[in-house]
């Protein structure tokens, strides 16, 4: 059967022609990325402006698409793959996670039902399996694979949202969320934003929510820990997105507990560091917890998106998130979708497969220990500099700042404006502060020297 949309390349084996292309297309990006500067300059970003058309009436040529992505799309990206990014907590992608990305989405297959891919659903139970023996979580701990960790957080709190209610005898399959009884959400202070978006979307106000003063570091004292209840919801954290920190868990969460309340940690980066000797000691406790949210396109470099949520509790997730119709053939292996809100979901599973069973433990270990043996590095080459180091021995975060705003946001922009390495700023504490995120596989110790370097300058510069 003949389509006319394909009159413009009517002899082509489309297949066969434009995958090698794309993938030439793509070496070449992955060897000459580190030449550009790390953020796309004004001409790279004029650029851009040849995409803009109406929309065409008749076909394209493919490789005309594929030559116009090279030219004008490629010059405007972000140099986020390479090894002087630092900003806003972003992973790497190994290799052979990218490469398996690459055959899964050759492959195209829809992980929603185990009949759907078979492939897909027995690597998903194994990655499944193996995180669970990395964190060492309970054995029925149930675990969907995400987009990310902001979607991963909302599944756990509808999940603790739907089981804090079932406690007090409101369905809310049956009733609803209007009219409920009120529940209590406790949160950290300095708790990352996507936590109070997925709270808003599930359905909580910010009459519902109290927030919870925290130390230096961003962590909860808990010895000021408030009364909870059967209708509390505590959330804490598992690396503060700008200083590392960690709950005191082992404390924190039999209190809350012996309680009747729900635990989720929130540990986008720095639920990883469970599977270092080094930093283990930061998660202890952390297996106490009901519920945990983790990505693996920060600390794990698998390429995004990709995020996971666990719950202890299986059937609380499977009841907050499954869906049920007569065509779904629900008994042919692992249903993915029965523990995440998407029905049709590409199959991420595949390369955080390829990237753990690449890796290892041993090699996770090492991958972990890098990042944050870098991070000590840069606080060490700081030390003889203006800034001031703010956090502590907090993971892979370096938390620094000049003697005032002003100095702090001029030397942050002269970074930004190097070309070479790029980092992001914020607000902490009332202070203004630059975040120094190291996170890919590819930075080493004279990556760190040269950027200590470039902020040393930056920070001579400044008023």
């Given at each position: 059967?003949?389509?006319?949309?394909?009159?413009?390349?009517?002899?082509?084996?489309?297949?066969?022609?434009?995958?090698?292309?794309?993938?030439?297309?793509?070496?070449?990006?992955?060897?000459?990325?580190?030449?550009?500067?790390?953020?796309?300059?004004?001409?790279?970003?004029?650029?851009?402006?040849?995409?803009?058309?109406?929309?065409?009436?008749?076909?394209?040529?493919?490789?005309?698409?594929?030559?116009?992505?090279?030219?004008?799309?490629?010059?405007?990206?972000?140099?986020?793959?390479?090894?002087?990014?630092?900003?806003?907590?972003?992973?790497?992608?190994?290799?052979?996670?990218?490469?398996?990305?690459?055959?899964?989405?050759?492959?195209?297959?829809?992980?929603?039902?185990?009949?759907?891919?078979?492939?897909?659903?027995?690597?998903?139970?194994?990655?499944?399996?193996?995180?669970?023996?990395?964190?060492?979580?309970?054995?029925?701990?149930?675990?969907?694979?995400?987009?990310?960790?902001?979607?991963?957080?909302?599944?756990?709190?509808?999940?603790?949202?739907?089981?804090?209610?079932?406690?007090?005898?409101?369905?809310?399959?049956?009733?609803?969320?209007?009219?409920?009884?009120?529940?209590?959400?406790?949160?950290?202070?300095?708790?990352?934003?996507?936590?109070?978006?997925?709270?808003?979307?599930?359905?909580?106000?910010?009459?519902?929510?109290?927030?919870?003063?925290?130390?230096?570091?961003?962590?909860?004292?808990?010895?000021?820990?408030?009364?909870?209840?059967?209708?509390?919801?505590?959330?804490?954290?598992?690396?503060?997105?700008?200083?590392?920190?960690?709950?005191?868990?082992?404390?924190?969460?039999?209190?809350?507990?012996?309680?009747?309340?729900w635990v989720h940690i929130d540990g986008a980066f720095g639920l990883w560091a469970a599977a270092s000797r080094r930093l283990q000691h930061l998660t202890h406790g952390m297996a106490l917890a009901d519920s945990w949210s983790v990505d693996a396109h920060k600390t794990l470099n698998v390429p995004y998106d990709s995020g996971v949520v666990l719950c202890r509790h299986p059937m609380v997730l499977s009841r907050a998130l499954s869906s049920s119709a007569s065509y779904l053939m629900t008994d042919q292996g692992r249903d993915g979708m029965m523990a995440t809100p998407e029905m049709s979901r590409r199959a991420r599973g595949i390369e955080?497969?390829?990237?753990?069973?690449?890796?290892?433990?041993?090699?996770?270990?090492?991958?972990?220990?890098?990042?944050?043996?870098?991070?000590?590095?840069?606080?060490?080459?700081?030390?003889?500099?203006?800034?001031?180091?703010?956090?502590?021995?907090?993971?892979?975060?370096?938390?620094?700042?000049?003697?005032?705003?002003?100095?702090?946001?001029?030397?942050?922009?002269?970074?930004?404006?190097?070309?070479?390495?790029?980092?992001?700023?914020?607000?902490?504490?009332?202070?203004?502060?630059?975040?120094?995120?190291?996170?890919?596989?590819?930075?080493?110790?004279?990556?760190?020297?040269?950027?200590?370097?470039?902020?040393?300058?930056?920070?001579?510069?400044?008023?």
């Amino acid at each position: 059967m003949a389509f006319s949309w394909l009159s413009a390349a009517p002899h082509l084996n489309l297949n066969h022609s434009l995958l090698p292309a794309a993938l030439a297309q793509a070496e070449t990006y992955l060897q000459t990325r580190g030449d550009q500067p790390i953020v796309p300059n004004q001409i790279a970003l004029d650029g851009l402006d040849n995409f803009d058309e109406p929309m065409p009436s008749q076909s394209s040529d493919p490789f005309e698409i594929l030559k116009l992505l090279e030219v004008d799309g490629a010059p405007a990206t972000v140099g986020s793959t390479g090894p002087n990014y630092y900003g806003f907590v972003t992973g790497g992608s190994l290799p052979v996670a990218l490469a398996s990305r690459w055959i899964s989405d050759t492959w195209d297959q829809n992980s929603a039902l185990g009949v759907m891919s078979p492939v897909a659903a027995k690597l998903e139970g194994l990655v499944a399996r193996w995180l669970i023996e990395l964190f060492e979580f309970p054995s029925e701990t149930a675990v969907g694979l995400v987009s990310g960790s902001s979607i991963a957080s909302l599944c756990a709190l509808i999940a603790a949202r739907d089981h804090l209610l079932e406690r007090t005898g409101w369905s809310i399959q049956q009733r609803g969320l209007f009219g409920a009884p009120a529940l209590k959400i406790f949160a950290p202070d300095s708790v990352h934003s996507a936590i109070p978006k997925a709270l808003r979307i599930a359905g909580f106000g910010e009459d519902q929510i109290h927030w919870l003063a925290t130390d230096d570091q961003g962590r909860i004292d808990p010895n000021a820990l408030p009364r909870l209840d059967s209708k509390s919801l505590l959330i804490l954290q598992a690396g503060q997105v700008c200083t590392g920190a960690f709950d005191a868990f082992e404390r924190l969460i039999p209190t809350a507990q012996a309680a009747g309340a729900w635990v989720h940690i929130d540990g986008a980066f720095g639920l990883w560091a469970a599977a270092s000797r080094r930093l283990q000691h930061l998660t202890h406790g952390m297996a106490l917890a009901d519920s945990w949210s983790v990505d693996a396109h920060k600390t794990l470099n698998v390429p995004y998106d990709s995020g996971v949520v666990l719950c202890r509790h299986p059937m609380v997730l499977s009841r907050a998130l499954s869906s049920s119709a007569s065509y779904l053939m629900t008994d042919q292996g692992r249903d993915g979708m029965m523990a995440t809100p998407e029905m049709s979901r590409r199959a991420r599973g595949i390369e955080l497969w390829a990237t753990l069973k690449f890796l290892g433990r041993q090699g996770l270990s090492e991958l972990v220990d890098h990042f944050q043996g870098l991070a000590q590095q840069l606080k060490a080459h700081l030390e003889t500099s203006d800034y001031k180091v703010l956090n502590e021995d907090g993971f892979n975060q370096v938390l620094i700042a000049l003697e005032n705003d002003t100095a702090t946001n001029h030397a942050l922009a002269l970074i930004q404006e190097s070309e070479e390495v790029w980092l992001s700023g914020a607000t902490w504490q009332g202070k203004r502060v630059i975040r120094v995120s190291i996170c890919n596989w590819q930075t080493e110790s004279e990556d760190i020297a040269r950027l200590a370097e470039i902020m040393a300058k930056a920070a001579q510069s400044a008023p």
